[in-house]
């Protein structure tokens, strides 16, 4: 049974992946210092509470006392508005803990990695929907501290040998169809989860941005249900384990979505109403993000299963009957 680590794997998506390996046979062991994750998220899973950046010698001594077959890194920082605000935050965990993190790879010849990237790299892009070698222009310091990651991959494969794929993420979202784990960050700032959590306590909710050049002038995001997100990295990992190449792949639905057009979903998914109040957008905020998905489903065989009713509908079950999150 092949041991994977997966750091971060008590955050939001994390917990969705170790799961996702237990059930399809690996052996899942998490790392996270649990500044964004929960332990009640990963009850029952092997968690070792280790930070990437200020642990140096910890992460060293569990490759060095562990046969891990492969790594799936999830422990970035992934607010793009805090990281204009705080950048060395950003690349101190982003960038400094990623490469203690490769660093104790390569030492302990541990050569297959999965990389949790994001659509921030590509910046503003000048065509869609975007493919994988469209220009990277990173908008914030949070898409350039994932570029840099994916440079490093790319170098370090040619000198050390480390295989990887590196997951761009178009928007995750959504949560377990039985409203058993979900989205529960310390300070949210992803769209349908804020939206559905102000609808739920009549609250309204501030939406960044009505004057981008687009239909309804609201700013178009590519969504994903967190549990096709999972289903990727798993064959990710079993091409990797196949002798697959490095490489990269969106990860998306292959269209986009308004914030109006989010809006209206949630209320026609949930019955509830949306106060919506629109401010100043936020800077780096692409007009239209949305992913060409053609080349992860020839060269990974993967096809989103569900679509944004699903996504509202799930995330609604888990904000419903979790209204303080893992606390509540």
Not at 22 to 48: C, M, T, W, Y
Request: proline share 4%.
């Amino acid at each position: 049974m092949a041991k994977i680590l997966v750091t971060g794997g008590a955050g939001y998506i994390g917990s969705f992946m170790v799961r996702k390996l237990k059930e399809v046979g690996f052996d899942p062991v998490i790392l996270d210092n649990l500044s964004q994750g929960h332990e009640k998220a990963v009850s029952g899973f092997r968690l070792e509470k280790i930070d990437l950046v200020s642990e140096k010698e910890k992460v060293g001594a569990l490759f060095a006392n562990e046969k891990f077959d492969g790594v799936i890194h999830m422990a970035s920082f992934i607010q793009m508005g805090e990281s204009y605000k705080n950048p060395a935050k950003y690349y101190k965990n982003n960038v400094i803990g990623f490469m203690n993190l490769v660093d104790s790879m390569v030492k302990n010849n541990v050569l297959k990695l999965i990389l949790s990237s994001t659509a921030g790299v590509y910046g503003n892009p000048k065509t869609l929907p975007i493919k994988e070698d469209d220009p990277k222009n990173p908008l914030n310091p949070y898409g350039e501290t994932k570029y840099i990651m994916e440079r490093m991959l790319e170098d370090y494969d040619s000198a050390y040998g480390l295989k990887f794929m590196s997951i761009r993420y178009f928007n995750a979202a959504g949560a377990a169809m039985d409203g058993s784990i979900g989205e529960d960050h310390p300070e949210e700032s992803h769209l349908i989860p804020n939206v559905i959590k102000k609808a739920l306590n009549n609250e309204e909710v501030e939406i960044f941005g009505d004057d981008y050049n687009t239909p309804d002038r609201t700013c178009i995001r590519d969504y994903v249900h967190v549990l096709d997100l999972v289903d990727n990295h798993t064959l990710a990992l079993n091409a990797l384990f196949s002798g697959a190449k490095s490489d990269f792949y969106n990860a998306g639905s292959g269209s986009g979505y308004s914030n109006k057009q989010i809006i209206d979903a949630i209320q026609k998914e949930t019955g509830l109403e949306v106060k919506a109040k629109f401010i100043s957008r936020r800077p780096g905020d692409a007009d239209e993000l949305w992913a060409s998905i053609d080349k992860i489903k020839s060269g990974l065989s993967w096809n989103p299963k569900y679509d944004l009713g699903v996504i509202v509908k799930s995330a609604y079950l888990w904000h419903k009957t979790h209204p303080k999150g893992y606390n509540g």
